[in-house]
Structure formats: structure tokens, C-alpha cells
């Protein structure tokens, strides 16, 4: 036996002997007590308890062991309850199965081809019951990238057990902007000029110019070499500085639940074909709100059963003044998530800029003063249409 521990009870006649013969042979011990007269008890290495024994048949003394730790102990164990090691052992092995596999496939955004990603994941065996470890993400994305042309952006990613696809699609000039019928290009919106790329007719603008909307940025007009003027069908950019503004109010007080009262405890049994419980949702007299919480026990480790233990506590609603600084920050974080979704993610930021006021902000049938933030984002647009 290596590892471990072992110690032991000695009880019998010339007991002094135990500590010369130890230090003869090497033996370490450790712990060492002599409770009663005939009886010496002490602890030894698992690897040299053979000692232990040999002297207490060498001496005719009465060996008892009191307590085993370490790997020996464990391998007693083990072989005492061979069939709950085994389980145990299936057991880990199939929960790590479970984890380390693809069991759900989520297509987010896919439209009209998700016919053809379902087909691009069966051709590479990408199914229920893969091993997630074996999914190369950043290949597959560039395989449904070059297989989907009508996709302008994948991205394929592995979350716990699920395989999800996110897909952005395309989006198709219209027909009637490819016209070859001679026409200009006006702007679609206010901005200032950044940049002007011709492709067909005459720029009407330049670097700098402020333009309105509805303006027209490219004539569509060409002068031949010998001065004739042809009519055509405006093509180009005229990428802009544009701006856009959101606003966001956030309360300077906020509402918190204080515990009232005594709590209680709601057994519910869930399995995954439904759920019961013998004891109704518990009700509060005088409580003028109620908190919920829930943790979930396990119940069998072979049969799919749990428990939830769902605790409720009658609280009071408490409104306290928040910080006004934190109020800002948040209130600016919104407009400014309220702004990128007005201009659009795939626009690059130019500047921002923020301000703050206090207002009087309705809740509910009351009012209470909270932080309105206007923001502006400028960013860079093709006003060219």
C-alpha cells in the first residue's frame, strides 16, 4: 500500500520495544500515545504498516487498527462498493458525453436560406449527438460565407450544448436604381460632404459642401471631347457626415423591496413531462408586494427528477434617490444604444456628443424627477441615392 496513513492501537508486554525496533528499521511514527499501561497507540505510513505488523507477530502483540485515510482507504472502499464506484463511473462519463456535445442547432436570421444552411450542416455531419470539441466554428463560417453568397455576414459560434447561426442577409438593389434610364442622384438626407465617387453623369458637389436633402450630387449629364452633352443614367457615392439623435430618460430614484415578514417555502416536483405540488402559492395578508425565489434539487441521479424549492417573502416598496452620476451614465448608454439602432450597426462612428437635464419624469399616475440625456451620433453615410 502507498499513500495514506494508518493508525493503530499495540496492546501487550514489553511495548518499549516498539519504539527501538521503529528506529532500527526506519520506521517513522507519529502521533504517538500510551492511553493505558499495556496499550500504545500511533500512526504510520501506509507503505510501512507492514513493519507494524511484522513486530506485533514477532512479539506476540494484539494489533488493531484504528483508521485508515488516504489512497488506501480509498481502494478499501472501493471494493467494498464496487457496483456504486462502477455506477458513479457511468454516471460521469455520460454527463461528460452529455456536456461535450451538440444536442440543439439554433438558425437565427437565415430567412429564405435556411434550407440551404441546414443542407451545408448535414453535408459536414454537423448534427445532434456531435462531439462540439470536433466542430471547427471558424471553417464552417467561411464555408456557409462562400456556399450563401445572398448572406452578407455569418458567424457561427458553440454555446454549452448548442450550435448556434447567426445570419445577416443581403439586401438587394432595386430594380429601378439599376435603371439605365438618364437620371440624377439627389440626396437622401442632410449631411456634410466627406467624399464624392462618380461612376456615371457629373458630381454637383464637393469635399466640405453642406448639403439638404433632396439636393442633387450627380448630374446625369456627360460632355463628350467634342462638347456635346449626353444624357445618362447617374451612378456614384457621396459618402456624408449625418447625424442622428435619440434620447433617453432615467428615474433619479429607484424602487427597492424591503423584507416584511416571515418567508415561505413551496415544494414543487418537476419532471420533464410536467410539473406538481401539494401545497398551493402562499398568500400574504397586508403585503403590499411579494419577492420569489427558486433553487432546484436534484432528486434521482438515474430517473429525470427534480425538485424546486420556490421561497416567498412579503416585501415592502421602498423608493430611494439613486446617484446622479450613475443616473447620467445610464441615461447616456440608452440614447446612445437607441442612436446606433437608428443609424444602423454597419456605420462608422464619426463623434458623439451628450447633454444632460433634470425633468420631471411621469411614473405610473405620479411624477419623479429623473435625467433626460439627448445624444448625437455622427457618422458616416452614403446620402447618395
Not at 500500500?1 to 528506529?23: D, H, K
Not at 455520460?94 to 440543439?104: D, F, G, H, P, Q
Not at 427534480?306 to 439613486?322: D, Q
Request: charge should be neutral.
Amino acid at each position: 500500500m502507498y499513500g495514506g496513513t494508518v493508525r493503530f492501537a499495540l496492546e501487550g508486554l514489553s511495548l518499549e520495544r516498539l519504539l527501538n525496533q521503529c528506529i532500527e528499521m526506519g520506521v517513522i511514527l507519529s502521533d504517538v500515545q500510551r492511553p493505558r499501561v499495556r496499550v500504545i497507540t500511533a500512526a504510520v505510513s501506509s507503505g510501512q504498516f507492514k513493519h507494524i505488523k511484522a513486530l506485533a507477530k514477532k512479539y506476540d502483540w494484539k494489533l488493531t487498527v484504528r483508521k485508515v485515510t488516504g489512497l488506501p482507504r480509498l481502494r478499501d472502499f472501493a471494493w467494498r462498493r464496487a457496483a456504486l464506484v462502477a455506477g458513479a463511473l457511468v454516471f460521469l462519463a455520460v454527463a461528460w458525453y452529455m456536456c461535450n456535445c451538440i444536442w440543439s442547432i439554433q438558425i437565427h436570421g437565415a430567412g429564405p436560406y435556411l434550407g440551404e444552411v441546414r443542407q451545408v450542416l448535414r453535408e459536414n455531419d454537423i448534427a445532434p449527438g456531435r462531439f462540439s470539441m470536433n466542430i471547427d466554428v471558424e471553417e464552417l463560417r467561411a464555408l456557409l460565407a462562400r456556399r450563401l453568397s445572398g448572406l452578407a455576414w455569418v458567424s457561427v459560434s458553440v454555446d454549452g450544448v448548442r450550435l448556434k447561426v447567426y445570419c445577416v442577409q443581403g439586401v438587394p438593389r432595386v430594380e429601378s436604381d439599376l435603371s439605365d434610364q438618364p437620371g440624377d442622384i439627389f440626396a437622401s438626407r442632410d449631411g456634410v460632404i466627406e467624399s464624392v465617387r462618380v461612376a456615371a453623369g457629373t458630381a454637383q458637389v464637393k469635399q466640405g459642401d453642406a448639403v439638404r436633402k433632396g439636393q442633387l450630387l450627380i448630374k446625369g449629364e456627360e460632355r463628350s471631347w467634342g462638347g456635346a452633352v449626353n444624357q445618362v443614367a447617374a451612378r456614384g457615392e457621396a459618402l456624408a457626415r449625418v447625424w442622428y439623435t435619440a434620447e433617453a430618460v432615467v428615474p433619479l430614484t429607484e424602487v427597492v423591496s424591503v423584507p416584511d415578514g416571515e418567508s415561505a417555502l413551496r415544494k414543487v416536483y418537476v419532471t420533464p413531462w410536467g410539473e406538481w405540488s401539494p401545497e398551493g402559492i402562499p398568500l400574504f395578508e397586508d403585503a403590499q408586494a411579494v419577492d420569489a425565489q427558486a433553487r432546484v434539487v436534484l432528486i434521482g441521479a438515474a430517473l429525470p427528477l427534480w425538485m424546486r424549492l420556490e421561497e416567498y417573502v412579503p416585501v415592502t416598496l421602498e423608493s430611494r434617490p439613486r446617484d446622479e452620476e450613475e443616473v447620467k451614465h445610464e441615461a447616456g448608454l440608452a440614447a446612445l444604444r437607441l442612436a446606433r439602432e437608428a443609424a444602423g450597426v454597419d456605420k462608422p462612428i464619426v463623434d458623439k456628443w451628450v447633454e444632460y437635464s433634470i425633468i420631471d419624469n411621469t411614473i405610473g399616475a405620479g411624477t419623479s424627477p429623473g435625467v433626460k440625456a439627448r445624444l448625437t451620433l455622427e457618422v458616416l453615410e452614403d446620402i447618395a441615392k
